[in-house]
Each structure stands twice: as C-alpha cells, then as structure tokens.
Nanobody
Framework: QVQLVESGGGLMQPGGSLKLSCAAS????????VGWFRQAPGKEREFVAA????????VLSNSAKGRFSVSRDIAKNTVDLQMRDLKVEDTAVYYC????????????WGQGTQVTVSS
C-alpha cells in the first residue's frame, strides 16, 4: 500500500517562502488527484490545493491563489506545494492526501508537516 510522506515544513517569518513535498512511498500515485490540506489548532482541516495526477490541472483555494502553487513530478512520484508570501494565518499542520477517483473523498493521508509563520 502506498504511503504518503510529507516534508519541508518549518518556521518561517511572514513574507517568506517554503516548499512542501509529498512523496508516494512504496508505489506510485495511481489516483485521480493529490491534494494539500491544512489544519490549524482548534480548526477543521481545510483544502489548500490539488493537482490532477494525469493531466496536471490544478485547483487552489481562495486563500492560496496568488501565493501558492502546486506541481507534480511524475518520475519522482512527488507533489510539491510552493508557498510564497507566507502569513501568520498560514500556520498549520499541512497534509497531503489522495483522491482515488473523480468525485470520491480523499481517503489516504500522510502524517503531516508543521508550518509555523511567526515573526
């Protein structure tokens, strides 16, 4: 079974940049889409961005548009979330997940990586 492994989190000052990576360990992304979600303390997990694995089409949340981008490397089986102009409100644990087929729920998650934006 493919396991998802996130990396790249850390502490960053407002206005800085970070790149998160999601790797498929033990297999490949044979799914419809790979998404990034985040969960801040006391809040529900929310959608950030997603990329359709075969087409490369991307979807970004309103909070991510203009600052974040999502990309994939088919050969490496990775999906990256490039975050720029980070804000304090971007602080959260970021998770990647997979959507097996169009219209289905995301059903596989990594362990998450902490992103903290603070001055």
């Amino acid at each position: 079974q493919v396991q998802l492994v996130e990396s790249g989190g850390g502490l960053m000052q407002p206005g800085g940049s970070l790149k998160l990576s999601c790797a498929a360990s033990g297999g490949s992304f044979d799914v419809f889409a790979v998404g990034w979600f985040r969960q801040a303390p006391g809040k529900e997990r929310e959608f950030v961005a997603a990329i359709r694995w075969r087409s490369g089409d991307t979807v970004l949340s309103n909070s991510a548009k203009g600052r974040f981008s999502v990309s994939r490397d088919i050969a490496k089986n990775t999906v990256d979330l490039q975050m720029r102009d980070l804000k304090v409100e971007d602080t959260a644990v970021y998770y990647c997940g997979t959507q097996p087929k169009v219209g289905e729920r995301y059903d596989s998650w990594g362990q998450g990586t902490q992103v903290t934006v603070s001055s």
